[in-house]
């Protein structure tokens, strides 16, 4: 049987169906459905977000100058991107032009969030799809670090004893 | 040892007190804490992750036994909803529920909806068995941005939701790190609820405005207010309460404990703070706008009104702006003041 969702997606159980809900290790909640066929290939996949706070709605009617605070609170993970282009959306609606400098500190600011995200979301977030740290623990320190030495020689910690001793304190 | 001692700072106790935390942390089972999230940003998760003293990997794998969080944990789906139920069984009555968000009761709770079922469900099952809540954050606490006007998913503070257990609330967006891994530290040394307030939060860290220790006060008691963006007064770092920073009407712990590992805290960047540990902070009028109307208790006149109230308690003749800079002092007096009309 196959279901229409309001916004023109097809849920349909005729095939082996696998939910995901919720997804974890992202901001927000999320829903992922796909539909496998016998070889295992997915056929079909919709993916929903869960949640609504209706931002758009508490917006309308506030003193442009705080609305960076509010698009902000989009996503914590991401915040800075979204006060910024809230900013640069209200001066683009208003005619504004800002010097170069301000726009070097922006893209200061926005290139420091890109830094600290790639950090966050690879050894907070994705990192556990595929990495088991309880199995990492069980790994070989002289081969961990003939490893880390292909790939940053010089680095100071990169000596087996080193990477004994991070094992032990996890 | 070294965190322990500024743990120890931050928490307000004694050198003494070093040696119990340490003592605590090696020995203590781990407390097993399930930390659900609702409508929110995920900002509180961000900000535990970056405390430095402890360490949030300290926190987590030493203090505490994080046996659910949607936002950390490796497992999704069925599996972690399984691993929910599993701690709810094993630790009943023992396990510690932190919040994260808030749940909507519009739609019947529709509006957030985890595992298919909606969110104040699953609140309300993690809450049954639970020895203690932590709300974390304005979403958990007051209720923040999607319960700013017109609130449109009906987004309701915990506290409203669940009646019967105790709770904490550490509310800030987001809170301060140190803040929110002191708050569990002091739990897991002491075996208790740290002193709370009477709006619930705790004491050792919200019992003070950012106003009272900001490095730029001096500024403010001498009258040099930065009085436009980029004006002179800013390049001085001068006092911003005129471009709207609601730091005398804030209680947190940003200008002693700072943020990013005591790096800064927003007014030292040169911004005003928008106060937003405060109950309905998204409602008091533009972050822009000077505080003119001061609502909570004990401060419920503008500064204007407190300085010839102070001027009148203490004899008159002292200028308004004089008795502004005199601010705490002069509320004990208007409160003393107000007080004994109440009797009189």
Not at chain 1, 81 to 105: K, Q, Y
Not at chain 1, 111 to 138: E, G, K, M, S, T
Not at chain 2, 274 to 288: H, L, M, T, V
Request: hydrophobic share 40%.
């Amino acid at each position: 049987m196959a279901i229409q969702t309001p916004n023109g997606y097809t849920l349909d159980n005729t095939t082996k169906r696998v939910v995901i809900d919720p997804v974890t290790r992202i901001e927000g909640h999320m829903r992922c459905e796909v539909n496998v066929d016998e070889n295992n290939m997915i056929t079909n996949a919709v993916s929903t977000g869960t949640m609504w706070r209706g931002l758009e709605v508490i917006l309308k009617g506030r003193d442009p100058r705080d609305a960076w605070a509010f698009t902000e609170r989009i996503c914590g993970v991401c915040t800075g991107t979204h006060a910024l282009t809230s900013v640069r959306a209200i001066e683009d609606a208003l005619g504004i032009t800002i010097p170069d400098i301000a726009n070097s500190i922006r893209n200061i600011m926005q290139l420091n969030l890109q830094i600290h995200d790639h950090i966050v979301h690879f050894y907070h977030l994705h990192a556990l799809d595929w990495v088991n740290p309880v199995n990492a623990l069980r790994a070989d320190p002289k081969a961990t670090s003939e490893l880390q030495q292909a790939v940053s020689p010089s680095h100071p910690l990169s000596s087996p004893p080193a990477i004994s001793a991070m094992f032990r304190t996890g | 040892m070294k965190y322990c001692s500024l743990t120890a700072a931050a928490l307000g106790l004694g050198p003494a007190f070093v040696p119990k935390i340490a003592h605590a942390m090696e020995t203590k089972p781990r407390t097993p804490v399930i930390w659900v999230h609702g409508l929110e940003c995920t900002c509180c998760s961000e900000s535990f992750i970056r405390s430095a003293h402890p360490l949030a990997k300290d926190v987590v794998l030493s203090m505490i036994s994080l046996d659910y969080d949607d936002t950390l944990m490796a497992a999704a789906g069925h599996q972690a909803e399984a691993a929910m139920m599993d701690t709810i069984e094993r630790y009943k009555g023992n396990y510690i529920l932190a919040v994260e968000g808030n749940p909507p009761l519009a739609e019947d709770g529709m509006f957030c909806i985890s595992g298919g079922k909606p969110f104040v469900e699953k609140l309300k099952t993690a809450a049954e068995h639970a020895k203690a809540v932590i709300s974390w954050g304005a979403c958990a606490s007051y209720g923040c941005v999607q319960a700013a006007k017109p609130n449109p998913t009906q987004a309701t503070p915990v506290h409203k939701v669940i009646t019967d257990k105790p709770i904490i609330k550490v509310p800030g967006c987001p809170p301060i790190a140190e803040v929110m891994t002191g708050v569990i530290t002091y739990m897991l040394t002491f075996d208790r609820l740290p002193e709370l307030d009477r709006q619930g939060r705790p004491a050792m860290f919200y019992s003070q405005r950012i106003h009272d220790k900001c490095y730029r006060r001096p500024h403010f008691d001498a009258g040099q207010f930065v009085e436009e963006w980029d004006d002179d007064g800013a390049r001085k770092g001068y006092c911003l309460y005129k471009m709207g920073c609601k730091g005398p009407t804030t209680y947190n712990a940003c200008s002693t404990v700072r943020w990013n590992e005591g790096a800064s805290f927003p007014i030292q960047s040169g911004h005003g703070c928008i106060g937003c540990s405060e109950d309905g902070f998204w409602d008091q009028g533009s972050f822009y706008d000077r505080v003119t109307d001061l609502t909570q208790f004990g401060v419920e006149a503008n500064a204007d009104q407190v300085g010839l109230a102070a001027a009148g308690v203490v004899g008159g003749g002292i200028a308004a702006h004089a008795a502004i800079s005199a601010l705490k002092q002069a509320q004990k007096k208007t409160q003393t003041k107000v007080s004994e009309n109440e009797e009189a």
